[in-house]
């Protein structure tokens, strides 16, 4: 009976054994089931983190080295955020072109916001003058606190000092850029490291220009001649050269020009040797004053009593067309899209 019972209880025992750490597992069990969301939960957000920050590293090309038209090996440690231009106004256009919003301009007040291609711009955003682009004013630029200036080889070289003492400065040729009209998106984008979305820009230019020239087929296939000129204050005219994107031969509008056309600069010519070019359609290129009309407007009018200038085809057939002067932009994208709108409008049912 003692063996008996001794095994009864040691089989109790053990059965009270085994109940417990079945008890205590199913516990442990429990607990971690009550506990693995939350405790996934922030494993996963902490993967999610490290990932972004790879992609970020991935994806950054900063620090960017440009070597610029002074030969200088310029760094660009971090994408910039206060940009200032004291190049043309038309190159702060690129930089719009590539999502960039400059904080200080050359000319800004006198001709970049009175420009017709860029009011939905400076509708948008604030572009403060710094001063003439042969004459920029250092003190503004230095309170503006820029983190990369632009400014042109060959106009700029004696500021080179002062410009650096306050930001990256990187020098481009800007001569270049004016007889090339990619050019200037090419290497701005390349010095900000954005080649791709400088690509993509002058992909859209080109495509506006194919468009272009297709509306005009009509008006092209008639060979009629097309002038785009300003006239300065002396009385004479400045013809520009073929280079702008309406007469490029190569990758332009295919309009005519007249014989002795000017090829890839500004020349200035008398009303006499505009006579002698008698283009049919002549555009006369005019900056806006305060008043909502153009300054030299009122100097054309002077003409309308010359027998040489209405000897012209274009005045004697009222094929004159007074245009905002973005319009003759070459090596600047937004203003060549708008320029290239306002010619195919004009020139399509003629």
């Known amino acids: 009976m003692n063996k008996v019972w001794k095994l009864a209880f040691y089989t109790v025992i053990l059965s009270l054994l085994v109940t ?48 610029d038209a002074l030969g200088k090996q310029v760094v660009i440690e971090q994408e910039p955020e206060r940009v200032i231009s004291v190049m043309h106004v038309l190159y702060p256009d690129v930089l719009l072109s590539l999502g960039i919003v400059p904080v200080g301009i050359a000319s800004a007040d006198t001709q970049f916001s009175t420009w017709e291609a860029y009011q939905s711009y400076v509708e948008k955003h604030e572009f403060v003058d710094i001063g003439e682009p042969r004459n920029p004013n250092i003190e503004k630029i230095l309170s503006l606190q820029p983190d990369l200036i632009l400014a042109a080889a060959n106009v700029h070289d004696a500021l080179y000092d002062q410009l650096q003492a306050i930001a990256p400065v990187v020098y481009f040729d800007q001569r270049k850029m ?46 009629e001649t097309v002038l785009f000129a300003t006239n300065y204050k002396n009385g004479n005219f400045g013809v520009y050269g073929q280079n702008i994107a309406p007469t490029n031969p190569g990758n332009g509008l295919g309009l005519t020009v007249p014989d ?19 283009p049919d359609h002549l555009f006369i290129f005019l900056d806006k004053s305060e008043r909502g009309q153009t300054i030299a407007e009122e100097e054309l009018k002077a003409y309308e009593d010359s027998s040489v200038w209405n000897s012209i085809a274009a005045v004697k057939n009222g094929n004159v067309y007074i245009v905002d002067r973005s319009l003759f932009a070459q090596d600047a994208p937004l203003a060549t899209i708008y320029g290239i709108d306002q010619v195919v409008d004009i020139l399509k049912d003629k």
């Open 260 to 278: 002795n056309y000017p090829e890839d600069i500004t020349k200035e010519i008398s009303l006499e040797g505009l006579s002698v070019l008698n």
């Open 178 to 223: 004016q007889t090339d009209r990619t050019y200037a998106v090419q290497e701005i984008s390349k010095a900000l490291g954005m080649q791709a979305q400088g690509e993509a820009v002058l992909a859209q230019v080109d495509e506006k220009i194919k468009e272009g020239r297709s509306a005009l087929a009509n008006f092209t296939a008639k060979g």
């Open 20 to 67: 417990a750490c079945g008890n205590s597992d199913n516990a442990r069990q429990a607990e971690d089931t009550h506990q693995s969301p939350a405790a996934g939960a922030i494993e996963q957000v902490e993967v999610d983190r490290m990932q972004e920050e790879s992609e970020v590293a991935e994806e950054s090309i900063y620090p960017v080295t440009y070597a």
